[in-house]
């Protein structure tokens, strides 16, 4: 597991493992998110077989496949629901954190206290550069 962190409540992560489940648990984490379509991996490692490692060890589970295609509003504000609803830190995890990462920016900028800055700086300190994403969220920001 390689969690970068976010905020207090969010971090993500490149594709977990059923070995990872204890070391997240042990990380304290309370929800795992799982953002990447089973398409893009073998069985071993779809959301189903994470999901009951997950759930075994008393870990929130919540599945919510993302590409370029599915990150709508509708997905942004599902995965806000997910963290909201949450009772301590949130894992999100895809094939790099990238996407857990890019639907975690665009649910920022309805955030009155939060900038693009803001969003830009938290994502490069994870470890992920945004930076082609920051004309969406100016946009956005209006």
Not at 30 to 37: A, D, E, K
Not at 51 to 66: C, D, N, S, Y
Not at 117 to 140: E, F, H, K, N, V
């Amino acid at each position: 597991m390689d969690a970068r962190t976010l905020t207090p409540r969010y971090s993500v992560s490149p594709q977990i493992s059923v070995e990872d489940i204890p070391a997240i648990k042990a990380a304290g984490f309370t929800t795992v998110i799982c953002n990447r379509p089973d398409a893009e991996v073998p069985p071993s490692h779809q959301a189903e077989t994470i999901r009951a490692a997950a759930e075994t060890a008393g870990l929130k589970f919540q599945v919510l496949p993302l590409t370029h295609q599915t990150m709508t509003p509708e997905n942004v504000e599902k995965q806000g629901t997910f963290i909201e609803a949450s009772d301590g830190p949130v894992l999100a995890y895809c094939a790099s954190g990238t996407r857990c990462s890019v639907v975690w920016a665009l649910g920022q900028v309805s955030n009155p206290d939060v900038s693009v800055d803001d969003i830009m700086t938290t994502t490069q300190q994870a470890g992920y550069d945004l930076s082609g994403l920051r004309p969406t969220l100016q946009s956005l920001k209006g």
